[in-house]
Nanobody
Framework: QVQLVESGGGLVEPGGSMRLSCAAS?????????MGWFRQAPGKEREFVAA????????SYAAFANWRFAISRDNVKNTVYLQMNVLNPADTAVYYC???????????????????WGQGTQVTVSS
């Protein structure tokens, strides 16, 4: 079983930056898990944001995140990060961390029996 705990959300002004963290724990968690970030705004479906491979090198981004957000991971601390820059009100959402046992970031948007989710952290972009 894998547990994921997100942190770092809050209120930020438009144009500002924020870094989210997701700490993984539990027996079996390793760099054999790809990690991803998703978000869900009120009244909308959950959408993919970014993903990173177990080696911390392979990454994938949604189009809206491609030049503003950066995903990274520290396999010593079992933590994945999402650095978000130039935030705008459209980025307001609950951000969720996901872990999936897979060798390719391309599977992060699929569902599997080896998926784990965090409880989410609220990000609000407003002046």
């Amino acid at each position: 079983q894998v547990q994921l705990v997100e942190s770092g959300g809050g209120l930020v002004e438009p144009g500002g930056s924020m870094r989210l963290s997701c700490a993984a724990s539990g027996r079996g968690f390793s760099n054999g898990y790809i990690m991803g970030w998703f978000r869900q705004a009120p009244g909308k479906e959950r959408e993919f944001v970014a993903a990173i491979g177990g080696n911390g090198i392979s990454t994938s981004y949604a189009a809206f995140a491609n030049w503003r957000f950066a995903i990274s991971r520290d396999n010593v601390k079992n933590t994945v990060y999402l650095q978000m820059n130039v935030l705008n009100p459209a980025d307001t959402a609950v951000y969720y961390c996901k872990a999936q046992r897979s060798s390719s970031v391309s599977t992060i948007q699929t569902q599997s029996v080896n998926d784990y989710w965090g409880q989410g952290t609220q990000v609000t972009v407003s002046s």
